[in-house]
Structures are given as C-alpha cells and as structure tokens.
C-alpha cells in the first residue's frame, strides 16, 4: 500500500517534550505509519497508510493534546524549499566561481601579463589550468556525456570541445611538441562561463520577486469569535462564516464584510491604492490588507484559494509562466544550434588551417572562438525575464496582466470602446437638478422633493432610487402613498396626502392631460442636453417642476480619455442610453465617438463590427479594439474584444473575465495597463535585438580570428546576464 | 592542402547533412499506459531523456519530468504550442499534462532553447 505524508503546522509547542506528546497521540490513530515532530519548526510530518487523507482526525488528535494543528498547504511548502534550494544553488555558483578565478588568475598573469614562456612556468600553468578544466569544468564534460549518450548536443558539448581543443593542444606543447601555450584561454573561458551563470541565477530570481512579495502578504493567524471567546486560530482553520476580529494595526486574515465596527483600512497591497479606504457595516474586506484606525468584527465570506489574494496571485502565476507568441521564434532556431555550431567551426578550422595555410594555433583559436560565442541563451531568456517582471510590476500596481498575449494585444490596440455605467461613471444616478415651475403655486423644491420621493419610494427604477436617496440626505419625511401606479417607461402615479402626484415623461403628462409649459419644456431640453435623464412632476394637474437625475462622471475619467487620444488611440463609448444623453455624455468627456442605444446582448456584436472596420477614418481592415467593462454583465463584449479590460469596483474583481484585470475602479489605470505592455514589450524586443545581434555579428568575428576565444567566452556569458538585467530595469521605469 | 580543406569541409557538410537526417528518422519512445492516460518519464541531466516521445492522439499526455542537476539552464521547461512554462526545481519531479487536439510535431525546451525535446503526436 502506498504511504501518504503530510506535513502540518503545529502552534501551541513551547518544549521538546510537547512534541513528544503529540507524535505518542498521533501514533495511536489508526492507519498512521510514522510520525515526527519537529520542536524547532513548529512542523509534524505524519505518514499515513493509503491515499485516504485523515487531516481532520490528526488535527482534532492534536487538538486533544491542548495544541493547534493546520496541514501545510501545498504551495506554502513547495514554495519555502524551492526557495532555499534557489538560494543555495546561487551561493554555489558563486563559491565555484571565486575558486575557479582565484586558480585562473595566475594563469593569466603569467601568460598575458609577465608573457613567462619558461619551462617552470609551463608546468605551473599547466597544472592550474588543469584544476579548472577538470575540476570546475567537469560539469561541462559531464553534460556532453549525459547528451552524447542521448545522441544528441548541447552547450556543454560546445564549451568541452572548445576548451578541451585549447587546453589539450597546450598540454601538448609544454611536455611532447614545440609550439605556443595557451593555457589561460581554456582557463578563463571556464571562469566567464561559470560567472555568467552565477549573475544570471542571481538576477532570474530578481525576476520572481513580485510573487514572493504577494505571498508574503498573506496573514497568518486570525482572531476567531468561537463560542463567545476571541481565540487565534491560524489561517487555515478560519471558515466561511466564522465571525474575526480585527484590531487597529493588524492585517485583515480573510475576505468578508464588515458587521460591527468602523475603521480605515489600508488596500494599497491589493489595489495600489495609497489612500486608506473607509470601512463601516456592511463593507468588504479583503484579506491581507492593513487595519488603521478602528477595531471591527466582520464575516468572513471567502477563505483560502477563493480570496482576492489567492486569485489575483494565481493571475500572476499563470501569466509568469507565460509565453508571449513572439517566443516561438526564439524557439525554433535554437532547435538546430548546437550542430550547426559545431560544424561551423569545423569549416571556420579547415578554412584557416587548409585553405589559407595559417599556423595551426590560430585555426585552433579561431575554432574554439565561434564554438563558444554561438549559444543562443539571451534568445531564449528575452521573453520570459521581460514578461515575468513586467506582470509582476503590474501586481504590486493593481494591474493584472493576464499573459503573453495580453500584453502584446495591448501594445497594437487602435481603439477603444469603454461600456459608459460605471466605467465613465460612478454608475450610481444622482438627482443633479430640481427645477420648479414659475406657477407652481408655492410648492418649494423641497416639497417636489418629498411628493416625488414618497412615490418614487414604491417604484424600484434606478432612477427612483437616487430620488429617494437625495430626499433622504435631506432629511425629508416619506410620506405614505395610496393608489400607487407605475406606468412601465413612462412614469409612476399615486395619491400622497390627498393629492394626486405623476412623475415622469413629458409623454406621461400629454396622457393624463396635462399642459407642460413653453419654459418648462425649454428648462427640460436644456437639461437633456447636459446629458441628464429629466423627469415632469405633477401636482392635481398642474406641473410644479422637473427633476434631472444623472450617472455622475468619475472624477480621472475625462482627463485620461485625453491621455489615451494623445497616445493615438481612438476612444468610443458604448452605452444604452439614448443619443441625446449619450452625446451630452461624451462631450463631457471630450470622447471621439459614441454607440448610443445598444442593448446589454448587441454589445459584443458592436465589438465585431468595429474590429471588421466598420469604423469612419478607419480603412476597412481588421482593427484591434480593446473593451473595458465591469466585467460583470459586459463579459460577451470583453471577451470578443482583441483584448478586454476588466475594471474592479473597488476590490470585488471579475477576475474571470479580461486579459487584463484592473483592481482599482480607475480609468487612469488603463493608460498605465497600455504603458505597461508597451515597455514590456519594448524590453523584450530590445533583449531579442541584442541578442540576435550579439549571435549574428559575434560569428562572423569569431571565425574571422578577431576574438581571442576567452574573450568570446565572456560576451556569451555577459550577453545572457545583460538580457536579464535589461528586463530588470523594467521595475524602473515610471507608470 | 586546398585541396585537402575543401574535401575536408564537404565531409563536415555531408556529416551535418546526415544529422539532419537522423534526427529526422529518430522514432522516439513510446508512452506507457496508465489510467487512460499515455505517461512518459523524462529524465533531465545534460539533455532531456529521451528527447523524442510519440504519443497517440486522443488521450490525455502526462510528462513526468525529473531534474537531477542543479544546471540554471534547465530550470523551467517550455512547451510553447501550450503556452506552458514550468519551473522544474532539481530533484523533484515535475509533472505536465497535455491533450493535443491535432497531430504534429511539438518541440519542448529550456529557456534558452539549448535542452530540445519534441513530442510526436500522431
């Protein structure tokens, strides 16, 4: 049968003898095999019998022990040993590095520097030489072993030949035949390679910081409300449901909503927000963001994979693994690499040797050159370097880039059509105007207010709502309604303190007979034409006023479509509001275009006919369009769009949906989600161009005898590291 | 002597010409069944071991990957057609599942392109 080991946190343990305890108790269950308790890492690793998991009998067993258990999650675990491996792998690239150099330096000076051509100094440099060929370049011949007996070759294979060839020759030279030495050049073409992979090592993991940083946000401890009393559990243990405290200073464990309790919390982790956002009842809470102010107690709603965290560092994790279809290039060539290689310095040798009678020495070095400035590395790393640290500076920017092909999308995007509620704006109507009618026999705004209100209170139109709300912000009493009517697109009636109250359109009043005024009409197309929904109140026949109620425009939304027409892309609104209203609207915003009257469906058929070049000033050819939405009931129109822009409500993300998830409910974040792609992939086209050129003009100067191999030897080390550290320098550059 | 060089360069070109040919003519190994999957064990030390793996379309392919070296070049393998870039740590094995949808010939690589593998799917 097979065991299964599972490795648990254990709190609680403050003596060797506890965890004596616990391995005595948990040995007692059945189907456990072995168990150990480590004191000193808080971990027990129990092995079971089987496939069957027992976590909940271990962690009540340890429970009754008077301690607390939580299995270790998979990822936690991978994550911790990875990450020291990495760090010890570093270390000794670094050490073999320092050795190798320290036995490569007095080759050198003797051979380059006091040009020692006696025969001790032969010997000597043929021992030290020999160390580092042998010792520290064991690696090499050890790879071309493992590939010859796969009958295939690889990089090893190029750097054994070519320092084997110089070291080999020189040996040969010193004891058996006449002729030059040229020890360092093996030597030091060992030293660069191993030093290339040393920086590269070390600057890769650079790369992969942004992840580190967001699982390091994770809390670890909750306090739980359980059975009356506030206890810490740890973080796996808290439930849905499960009621935490939070005090002021302390990170939020969980997502879930507030229910007792005010305080600001500090969200800046999850959307780069800087500005503490205010919590009262009722409130969301996300997990990993910091407390400031006040104590609460909220629910908790999602825990585990299921919170924003966990998603949003999924996200990352997905399209860091992600390769952009640029790649598939870079793939391709490296394909036939290594034999081509080989050949080529077979022909570079023959050339120089047989064809242009030059001495053997410098066909020799001429051979080894073009074998080890020929690895296409910094081809391969261009991409992935780039992409990894470009999503992850999006992250720590509340800007989720889902992958290669987003990013690239982003880069070509022509157009861009942004759904109007609650992406232009806040996407909560407000009552903007009151107006009342010159003969309206006394009735003060307020009580236009307050009539309309207390009908509008039955109706459930959006447009009721912001009524009621600002009735309520102004302190005003809803009145009781009898004989309610609602007058589906037109308007709603009633009866409020034996008065007969209508509100709606001005179609409504020519219905039920009532005049609306020259003035009234003229006040109410003037309104229409600031892009406000305008609503005709009327009191026992006579019209007393109107009321406009308008989807405020956020406050960056006009200056970042400004930003985006300066960076020639051109902007549309979509929207299902009338053309009137949609083109007060969109000078409001200064917007190019509008697609007024859609319906929620036809959304993404729009998208379609833009993306043909269906589209003045557009020549009739495919057209990138990007869509940004809510993400939420546009999802069609985000998903047939070339790239789809998901923007978060504060922190209640539509991750599903978008190659590109927003966080913060911020236009200015899809200019910087642009700029992001675009210098992403300015940096992986800088790292390809660097490294297709280094290849295609090192070559030719290497078979040309232009390039003492050593020399060779550190361009290629150098030219993987500078890929590296040019995408590094992304995390720079300003948003 | 030139004479010698340019007979001696057209045996270096004929021997290229015959790699390309044999690596053309590799077969690979086959995959061995288990569960309804097609599993293969890919060693990696120097050179993916084996490079060439034929599997059938239709099933589920399952790559078991194991790294035994600490080599920086092999550390993620990449199956571009996939869009799959993985992290093998050394010593561990890392396993990927594919389900092709068509047949051809898919190259898997490090990074730096310089460790090859193709899976045939036929």
Redesign the interface.
Known sequence: MENKKTTYNISGMHCASCALTIENNLKKLPGVKNVTVNFATQKAVVQCEGEVGQEPEIIAAVKDSGYEAAAVTETEE?LD??QG?REK?IK??RNIFIFSLILTLPVAVLSMILRDTSFQSKIIQSLLAGLVQFYFGW?FY??????F????A???TLIAIGTSAAYFYSLATTYLIKGEIFYETSALLITFVILG?WL??RA?GKTGEAIKKLMGLQAKTARVVRDGREIDVPIQEVAPGDLVMVRPGEKIPVDGQVMEGYSSVDESMISGESIPVEKKIGDSVVGATINKTGSFKFKATKVGKDTVLAQIIRVVEDA????API??F???????????VI?LG??TF??W???V?SPFVTALLAFTAVLVIA???????AT?TAIMVGTGKGAENGILIR???PLEAANKIQVIVFDKTGTLTKGQPEVTDIIEAPNAKRQTRNKILQLTASLENRSEHPLAEAIVKKAKEQNLELLSVTNFAAIAGHGVKGEVTGQDVLVGTEKLMAQFNIAVAANIKEDKSRLENEGKTVMVAAIDSNVVGLIAVADTLKETTAAAIKQLQKIKIKTIMITGDNQRTAQAIARQVGIDEVLAEVLPEDKAKEIKKLQQGELKNFRPRRVVVAMVGDGINDAPALAQADLGIAMGAGTDIAIETGGIILIKNDLQDVIKAIKLSRQTLAKIKQNMFWALFYNSVGIPIAALGLLRAEFAGLAMALS?VSVVVNSLLLKRKKL | ??L???I??IM??V??WL??W??KN?TGVAAKESGGRQVFDVIV???????IIRAKLGEPIRINFTRQE????S??V?F?DW?????L???RTVTIEITPTGKGEF?F????????GKLIVE
């Open positions: 991978a040993q990875a491996l792998e000794k690239e690696r050890r790879g071309t072993y493992f590939a007996k796969n009958k295939t690889n990089m090893d992979k590269e090592a890769k860091q693994a992600s390769k790649q598939k870079a793939d391709t060539i490296s394909g036939y690499f290594v034999p081509a050949a077979l022909i023959i050339s040797y047989f064809l009678l690895c296409p590395c910094a081809l391969g790393l992935p992958g290669g092909e993987s | 002597m030139q010698i060089g340019i001696l360069i270096v070109a021997l290229f790699w390309l044999y690596t590799q030390k120097g050179v993916y071991s084996p490079n600490d080599n920086e070049c550390r993620f990449n571009s869009q799959i870039r993985r992290e740590p050394a010593g190259i690589a490090c990074d730096m392109g310089m460790y090859q």
